[in-house]
């Protein structure tokens, strides 16, 4: 292989750096009963740690990628690594609910923008014709923590102290921030366009269409999965450290499932990857309703509920991007951003629809509302369909 070929160093610690704000985004559910019992709170007003943090990001992300435009990449990329360690140090050492949910707000100052970012450092990175290559292996720090750092973090947080996963992500912002300094070189700012023509792209209702759909797909998984290690433990039996042990199954789901739905986005076609999968997961999570009680039948659906869920994420971003640049091609960028806010406003969207059913005491039916979601993301994905048709038709 020549060395024109090879991964840039830099792309390995934006991968360190996504690996640290993975586990920090999702971390909590694993140890959410563990925060209910020490801050003496129910476990619905637990999950807003979830909720809230996923709303923030939605929100802060579309405006802080177009106010720090102008900023140098590499400058910009410490500074929200060095934010997202404040924050996480921030939750470690609160004494309360109300500090440590400012602890999550400060990191979602860096999430959204990192990874809106870092992408296009990755790309810019890569070698010619290998920029899809670089992202995905910044990206795979995401999945990583879901398949390893989310379920340790969870085991240490139940069996010792739920602080030490958060202090353990701050060290793993340090050694990225480390990472990043030396590693990434100065990169020259270029912006999409103007911000009236990046603005300009929430006029376009097959942009906001397809931003429905993310919130609706992905956010559907979120009602039950919000809730799942108390699903675990309370419904379907498991102890609390084998329900931490059983996360590694849901992680190690949602990295095949990445690789194999970035696959189907590319042979099926996005809008018919997501039209199967979402079926798929509609169908999984009525089984899931019915299976719950069952330890047996639960191992399989877990690992058929985690691989659906995040298999669809490729499929959502080629949406997105392939509908930007047809519909807005001077904002591909804040395109890519309204997408991110799209993941996380689904986020929002499930946790608050399980939050409601376990406040009335119905954690069983965290399953339904999450069938219910999927069955609505398939109504704007058949009319983004037909408004959009593919463009590769030779």
Known sequence: MSIQQKTHPGVYALAIAAFAIGIAEFVVVGILPSLATAFQISLSRAGGLVGFYALAL???????????????????????????????????????????????????????????????????????????????????????????????????????????????????????????????????????????????????????????????????????????????????????????????????????????????AVTLGWRSALRRMILCLLLAFIILTVAMSHKVAMVPMLFIWGALAFGMSPAFQAGMLETAERYAPRAVGFASALNIAG??????????AGSVLVSHELLAFTPLASAVLSALALLPLSRLRSNTPPTHNT
């Not at 996480?88 to 400060?106: E, H, P």
């Not at 993941?343 to 608050?352: A, C, R, S, V």
Request: proline share 4%; with cysteine; net charge positive.
């Open 58 to 264: 939605a929100v802060g992300t579309p405006v802080l990628v177009l106010c720090l435009a102008r900023i140098p990449r590499k400058a910009l990329l410490l500074g929200l690594i060095a934010v997202f360690l404040a924050g996480n140090l921030v939750s470690a050492l609160a004494g309360s609910y109300a500090v440590l949910l400012t602890g999550r707000m400060i990191t979602t100052v860096a999430h959204g923008s990192f990874f809106a970012i870092g992408a296009t450092v990755a790309a810019h990175l890569a070698p010619k014709g290998q920029a899809g290559k670089a992202i995905a292996l910044m990206f795979a720090g995401l999945t990583l923590a879901m398949v390893i750092g989310v379920p340790l973090g969870s085991f240490i947080g139940n069996a010792a102290n739920w602080r030490l996963p958060f202090f353990a992500v701050a060290a793993l912002a340090a050694l990225a921030w480390l990472a990043t300094l030396r590693l990434v070189p100065a990169i020259e700012v270029h912006a999409d366009g103007t911000l009236a023509e990046q603005l300009a792209a929430l006029r376009q209702p097959a942009i906001l269409t397809m931003m429905t759909v993310t919130v609706l797909g992905f956010g559907a998984s979120f009602a039950a999965f919000t809730f799942v290690t108390p699903i675990l433990t309370a419904i379907t039996g498991f102890s609390t450290n084998s329900a931490s042990v059983l996360l590694v199954v849901f992680g190690l789901a949602t990295l095949i499932g990445n690789l194999a739905g970035g696959r189907w």
């Open 343 to 352: 993941f996380n406003l689904g986020i929002t969207l499930g946790q608050n």
